[in-house]
Structure formats: C-alpha cells, structure tokens
T-cell receptor
Framework: DQQVKQNSPSLSVQEGRISILNCDYT??????FLWYKKYPAEGPTFLIS?????DKNEDGRFTVFLNKSAKHLSLHIVPSQPGDSAVYFC??????????FGKGTTLSVSS | DAGVTQSPTHLIKTRGQQVTLRCSPK?????VSWYQQALGQGPQFIFQ???????QRGNFPDRFSGHQFPNYSSELNVNALLLGDSALYLC?????????????FGPGTRLTVL
C-alpha cells in the first residue's frame, strides 16, 4: 500500500509558465514533507520542505503548499525554466522513521 | 568537498551471486542510509547506519546486509541475487540527528542481475 502517491507520471510545461506537481499521502502521522529533484545519472537533491504545522513554504521560484485535511501537497514552480526539467519526488516522514518516497513525476519544460 | 561518492557506477551480476556496493559519506557526516530505486519507482529505504550499527531497517529481507566502518564509509551487501534486485542503489549521508533536508544523496550504483 503506497503511503505517498504521485499520480501524474509526467508533466509538460512551456518556459515561463507555472509548473504544478501534486502529491497525496495516506498517513496522517507524517510531520515532514519534502520535494527532491533528480537529474539522470545523479542522486536526488533536496529542493524544498514543509512541516506539518505550516500550510505554505516558499523559496525563490519554488513554493510548496500543504493541505492536511485533504492529505495533499503540491509544488509550484514559477516561472518554469528548461533547467527545471527533471524527475521530482515527493517524500514524507515522521520523527524517528525513514522517509517514504512517491514514484516521481517527470517534468519537461520546453523553451 | 567531494560530496557523497559511490562505487562502482555500474555492475552486472547473475542470479545467485553476491554483490558489495560502497559508499563514502560527505565530509563531516556520520550517518549513512541506503535506498533501492527500482525502475519507475521512488527510492525505498533499506537501512541506516550510525556509529557502526544498523539503526533502522526497512522492509527488506536478510539477504540485504550492511556495514559501517570507523571512517563512516559504508558497504551494502546483497546475497543470493534475484532478478528483482536489479535497481539503482542510492546512498545518502547526514549528520546524526540532522533533519531530513540535510540528507545528501550520492549518484547511485546501477545493479543489473541477469
């Protein structure tokens, strides 16, 4: 049973537009959520995170929104750039336990 | 700073064989976690080592074992390889007690089991 789900395997966006990547989770005990970006032949790199006590966290072009009642989080990238093309993983965890990752969404940003 | 390094980059084995993968953590890090990323899946936690002991373990059989050395580097051993063990194996390092966002991943070892 997947506790972290990314239901869209891929997303295509034009340069300059907004990219919205979605993630759903089932475990209400998760207290920390993260987004990682992965390029081919590289390991995942941390992008942005949010604690369960917040509903929004912003870092430059990246904003993560958390809706605890819906058990849903999303990553917004504005404006999208070709260099943002990568696989994005949503991950969730709770204190003292390992992170659980979704299957990833491949973002393609065309110029 | 070399970051997290893993060796080898690629490996091909046959069913039933044994394999050892290696990881050197980022400078200053003392905790190493191993993940398996199968094709089309997200990374799945195998286990974590801290102070040369396995601190946490995911849902993986005993065929998967590990070790951490005094210099904090780590090995992942897989015995009796199955076709389903083919995957990218990722190592991540962090400081003990660090938050999740302070975990750094290596580039991975691509294992193919024939």
């Amino acid at each position: 049973d997947q506790q972290v789900k990314q239901n869209s395997p891929s997303l295509s966006v034009q340069e300059g537009r907004i990219s919205i990547l979605n993630c759903d989770y089932t475990n209400s005990m998760f207290d920390y959520f993260l987004w990682y970006k992965k390029y081919p032949a590289e390991g995942p790199t941390f992008l942005i995170s949010i604690s369960s006590i917040k509903d929004k966290n912003e870092d430059g072009r990246f904003t993560v929104f958390l809706n605890k009642s819906a058990k849903h989080l999303s990553l917004h990238i504005v404006p999208s750039q070709p260099g943002d093309s990568a696989v994005y993983f949503c991950a969730a965890g709770q204190a003292g336990t390992a992170l659980i990752f979704g299957k990833g969404t491949t973002l393609s940003v065309s110029s | 700073d070399a970051g997290v390094t893993q060796s080898p980059t690629h490996l091909i084995k046959t069913r039933g064989q044994q394999v050892t993968l290696r990881c050197s953590p980022k400078s200053g890090h003392d905790t190493v976690s191993w993940y398996q990323q199968a094709l089309g899946q997200g990374p799945q936690f195998i286990f974590q080592y801290y102070e040369e002991e396995e601190r946490q373990r995911g849902n993986f059989p005993d065929r998967f074992s590990g070790h951490q050395f005094p210099n904090y580097s780590s090995e992942l051993n897989v015995n009796a390889l199955l076709l389903g063990d083919s995957a990218l194996y990722l190592c991540a390092s962090s400081r003990g007690g660090a938050s999740y966002n302070e975990q750094f991943f290596g580039p991975g070892t691509r294992l193919t089991v024939l």
